[in-house]
């Protein structure tokens, strides 16, 4: 075999002898080529001999006793191990493999656009020809005499027999290395690992256990009783009294001690039939009832009165003015004026303003003289007569200078402080001085606005969103109390008309409707009359209420209008009670209209719907 000596020679011993070798010096006095030089065993396999790899020069070594050759770098214990720490690796394009950079500028042979990476669990070992750290690359690969494994301290020469060569060392926080762990020194920072058994404590004093020993008196869940007790139902002896001191053996019990006339009542319902106590007497009554009374909520009564003074043998909507009405096509601003060519029906506005203060019943003005203005009691007031909720109230007294009471309120229960406020004389003229409209606009949203009339003087509405008429009425008058001349409320110039107060009267009468948005109306009540002058029998009108809604499902059809009440009426009147009544949903149009059988049967014919409005 072949081995180093003390004095740096190279000698061959003989392989017969391991515990006496012979060695047999060979020296080189010049230089030799690369492979020149081989020194072989002659009677084995083993030699030695020097090669070139292109980049170092290495002795080559072949015994037969050796189970891997020294430059395949295999470990004695055949164990391989991987660092824990993230290294720095980048592509050695001279070499043609990874390798890793001790720093950022260690990366000279880099491609360009590379940069170096970050590679955990890699194989390295620090090669000493190099100087410099290399990726183990396996059995196949080439490694150099100095290891220091999985990035550890050691810096043994790679030997066979170099068992522990690869193994790693546990790192603190910090990056320093700590000892291996030993039986005796059982952490690697050199502390021990030390069990004792906790400290054991006497326990005195009362304490509870979970299940405890009961003595003396307790009580089970279930008791039994005795003595006086009573049931749910107690026999009853004696003179009894009601809750309304109403002593049972005399007269009727008094259900509510409240019930003290006809409105007040006590309802009792299964869902549909309704029955009702009321004033000591037991009645059955329908939703109707109830609803008038105000006990249903979301429920508020409905009604429309019509007429038209002549019916003929040409159809015509029953409606105070005569002939066909004509819904609006549009939004728009509109015209009231009486017909009254004396200008009675005109409001005189004595005083205007802002309230500073007031409550429901007084209204207060601090910058108002109400003396001067010759405010009087009797005297109408109107507030905001185009805002979003329009009243009007009677005034009962001048307190002073600044202050108005009115002592039956607003109508609708508002207040007196900071609204525009109008005036009206009394007794400036005796007919109608102000009207209140009900109106939809085009998306059938609800508004109101009280006009101050100018007899016949035109007066337009403040508010220009008018599309449905559903309410045009007097709430402002002088002595008369109504209007002397008709008024009218129509588009600018006059026509078409929408609305028809017929002189002498309080209220439009017309058989015209439309449902508001989010609401319902319901007809349960139907009543048409018209009478001929001749009297005579054979003489007919027919009576129909038509809806723009299709019958299935109460499509809304526009200008196309389907009849759902009809009548033949001969001098008579005729009643339609709706047991089931007819539901007519938001946004439909409802109109009345009468035709006579013939050309001699002309006459007036009045109409009266009952119902009420749903807003669930």
């Not at 019916?311 to 015509?316: A, C, G, L, Q």
Request: glycine share 8%.
């Amino acid at each position: 075999m072949l081995i180093t000596g003390t004095d740096g020679k190279v000698y061959v011993v003989e392989p017969t002898d391991e515990d006496a070798i012979n060695p047999i010096p060979v020296s080189i006095d010049s230089d030799i080529e690369v492979g020149a030089v081989e020194i072989k065993d002659a009677d084995s396999e083993d030699r030695a001999e020097v090669t070139w790899d292109g980049t170092f020069l290495a002795l080559n070594v072949y015994d037969s006793r050796f189970t891997q050759e020294i430059d395949d770098g295999i470990l004695a214990d055949d164990l391989q191990r991987i660092t824990n720490l993230n290294l720095n690796y980048g592509y050695l394009n001279s070499a043609g493999y990874w390798t890793r950079f001790l720093t950022d500028i260690d990366d000279g042979d880099i491609a360009a656009g590379q940069t170096p990476q970050l590679v955990n669990g890699l194989m390295y070992y620090y090669e000493d020809k190099s100087a410099s750290w290399k990726r183990w690359e396996g059995e196949g690969g080439s490694m150099w005499t100095t290891l220091y494994g999985a990035y550890t301290i050691m810096g043994d020469s790679i030997l066979d027999d170099t068992a522990n060569a690869m193994k790693s060392i546990a790192v603190d926080n910090t990056g320093t290395y700590l000892d291996l762990a030993t039986a005796i020194k059982q952490l690697p920072d050199g502390h021990n690992v030390v069990v004792t058994s906790a400290p054991t404590t006497a326990v005195t004093g009362d304490f509870y256990q979970v299940t405890q020993p009961v003595s003396g008196d307790f009580y089970q869940v279930t008791q039994p009783v005795s003595g006086d007790f009573y049931q749910v139902t107690q026999p009853v002896s004696g003179t009894v009294t009601a809750n309304a001191g109403t002593n049972l053996n005399t007269s009727s019990l008094a259900l509510d001690a409240t019930l003290t006339d006809k409105t007040q009542v006590t309802k009792i319902t299964n869902g549909t039939d309704i029955a009702c106590l009321h004033n000591n007497m037991l009645c059955t009554v329908n939703d109707g009832h109830l609803i008038s009374a105000g006990l249903i909520t979301n429920h508020k009564s409905w009604a429309k009165i019509a007429y038209n003074p002549v019916i003929t043998n040409t159809e015509e909507t029953i409606w105070s003015a005569g002939g066909s009405y004509a819904f609006s096509k549009g939004e728009a601003m509109l015209a009231v004026v009486s017909d009254d060519a004396g200008d009675n029906d005109t409001g005189t506005i004595l005083s205007s303003g802002t309230s500073t203060s007031g409550s429901t019943t007084t209204l207060i003005d601090s910058g108002a003289d109400f003396v001067t203005d010759a405010v009087f009691a009797g005297d109408s007031i109107v507030l905001d007569k185009s805002g979003t909720t329009p009243e009007w109230g009677k005034i009962t007294a001048r307190v002073d200078l600044h202050t108005l009471t009115i002592a039956n309120g607003f109508s609708s229960g508002g207040t007196g402080d900071t609204r525009d406020y109008n005036i009206l004389d009394y007794s400036g003229n005796t007919g109608a001085q102000a009207v209140f409209v009900k109106y939809l606009d085009a998306d059938f949203e609800e508004h109101d606005e009280i006009v101050i009339l100018n007899g016949d003087t035109p007066v337009n509405t403040i508010n220009s969103d008018y599309y449905r008429i559903n309410g045009f009425r007097i709430v402002c008058a002088g002595s008369h109390s109504k209007a002397i001349g008709n008024i009218l409320i129509s588009e600018l110039g006059g026509t078409p008309v929408y609305g028809h107060i017929t002189a002498g009267y309080t209220d439009t009468r017309q058989a015209v409707f439309t449902v508001p948005l989010a609401k319902t109306l319901f007809i349960n009540s139907f009543n048409a009359a018209w009478c001929s002058p001749d009297e005579i029998k054979f003489q007919t009108a027919r009576i129909i209420l038509r809806a723009n809604i299709e019958k299935r499902n109460s499509f809304n059809m526009g200008t196309i209008f389907f009849p759902y009440i009809e009548v033949m009426v001969s001098n008579e009147n005729v009643q339609i009670a709706n047991d089931i009544p007819f539901k007519i949903p938001a946004k439909t149009d409802v109109i009345v209209s009468g035709i006579s059988s013939n050309a001699s049967g002309t006459g007036p014919a009045t109409i009266v719907m009952r119902g009420w409005i749903d807003s669930e």
